[in-house]
């Protein structure tokens, strides 16, 4: 469900509901929002998975607010129970008897990469590159013994709707590990997809073509840090902007975007 009809069937759902299941409600869900009083400042560092659209990510960058969404709590769950199966799923990465469960630190020290380790959470590395302005949870690397080659791993859980009918990467996360092959100097990304309701798996491998990497990253960012060192507003987000395989509509962008009302406001600045 897209923001706007997120809110108006909230709205109506409240109405119907007796006020002491909305106070709970309430606290609950700002408890799982970062705690009742919890508010922390947005990151100003672009992420891999949402550099889609130039806009977006100038927004970002600039510290722009993300406008509140009554779904929220949900991504954050979302987020949370994801991060849960992350874990039990890179324990058993680590289990492999071909396979080594990169110590990523040493790997970053010993190729001399260009990336800061923020943290170190349970099995999720947070890594930084400051010469791109880009911050990311980096969910491994795998190194297959027998032929001494490296892969970043991405591992995703999923409805099973979109599972059952997964043959490929989606092309928003090819965006997302391709950022990771030119951050981390890996080229090859074995996704890992899981169905959330059947615990099926599928596995995947990406390699960035060098048209993909300059049409999708290098060129992608160059024009949003021009952009930003001249304070000038991206377009909006084309078609252009977005496929890897096949075209998909910019409205899928648009419809999750935490910046929608401040962007349909500034377009109506600039047409004036
Ligand atoms: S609403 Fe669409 S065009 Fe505007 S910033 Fe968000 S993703 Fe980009």
């Known amino acids: 469900m897209n923001r706007g009809l997120g809110a108006v069937s909230g709205l109506l759902s409240r109405l119907n509901t007796p006020d002491i299941l909305n106070k709970l409600s309430d606290a609950l869900k700002a408890e799982i929002m970062g705690g009742e009083n919890g508010e922390s400042l947005p990151s100003t560092f672009f992420t891999p998975s949402s550099m889609i659209c130039k806009r977006q990510m100038f927004y970002k960058a600039k510290g722009e607010s993300p406008e509140p969404s009554?779904?929220?709590?949900?991504?954050?769950?979302?987020?949370?129970?994801?991060?849960?199966?992350?874990?039990?799923l890179q324990n058993h990465l680590k289990n492999l008897t071909d396979w080594e469960y990169v110590d990523v630190a040493k790997y970053i020290e010993d190729n001399h990469i260009d990336l800061e380790i923020v943290s170190h959470i349970g099995n999720e590395w947070k890594l930084r590159n400051l010469k791109y302005n880009v911050s990311f949870m980096l969910d491994g690397i795998l190194r297959y013994k027998p032929t001494n080659k490296y892969y970043i791993v991405e591992i995703k859980t999923e409805i099973s709707f979109k599972s059952n009918g997964r043959q490929d990467v989606d092309p928003f996360h090819k965006h997302q590990g391709l950022a990771y092959t030119q951050l981390l100097k890996i080229p090859d990304v074995i996704f890992i997809y899981e169905n959330r309701d059947d615990c099926s798996l599928k596995f995947y491998l990406y390699t960035p073509t060098p048209e993909e990497i300059e049409k999708y990253f290098r060129r992608k960012l160059t024009d949003v840090l021009y952009a930003l060192e001249k304070d000038e507003l991206p377009p909006k987000v084309t078609v252009e902007d977005i496929s890897l395989t096949d075209v998909i509509k910019t409205d899928k962008v648009c419809n999750y975007c935490p910046y929608r009302m401040k962007c349909g406001r500034d377009d109506n600045n600039v047409k004036g």
Do not use: I, L
């Open 70 to 88: 009554p779904f929220d709590y949900q991504m954050t769950g979302m987020a949370e129970s994801g991060t849960d199966r992350h874990n039990r």
